[in-house]
């Protein structure tokens, strides 16, 4: 139970990171978190615009499976789960079973 929540922290921080705009780019899923900066606006607000040609091309490099695990704490860095996790799908890429919201 302890390195769970050692691990959420850490990925709670990542995202934080990434979101805030830090100064340095962390690597999750084979991207660094610094390029996912032009997904921001598909993932946030109630009704966000398609994701643009930049934003897909990055989900189209990441390893979507290990991002898509991670959708358990994207409500806690202001990312809307249902939106993060249609990506794929609006970039034209199959959706990872990982990716389906149940």
């Known amino acids: 139970m302890a390195k769970t929540q050692v ?9 934080v990171i990434a979101l805030v705009g830090g100064a340095r780019a962390v690597p999750v899923c084979n991207i660094d978190t610094k390029q996912l900066d032009p997904c921001k606006p598909a993932v946030t607000g109630n009704s966000p615009p398609r994701p643009s040609k930049e934003c ?14 991670y959708k358990n704490v994207l409500p806690a860095v202001g990312i809307n789960p249902k939106h993060a996790l249609a990506l794929p799908k609006k970039c034209g890429l199959k959706t990872p079973p990982q990716c389906i919201l149940h």
């Not at 691990?7 to 995202?15: G, R, S």
């Not at 897909?56 to 695990?69: E, F, G, I, Y």
Request: aromatic share 8%; glycine share 0%; hydrophobic share 55%.
């Open 56 to 69: 897909c091309k990055v989900v189209s490099k990441a390893d979507l499976p290990c991002l898509c695990s």
């Open 7 to 15: 691990f959420l922290k850490w990925v709670v921080a990542i995202l």
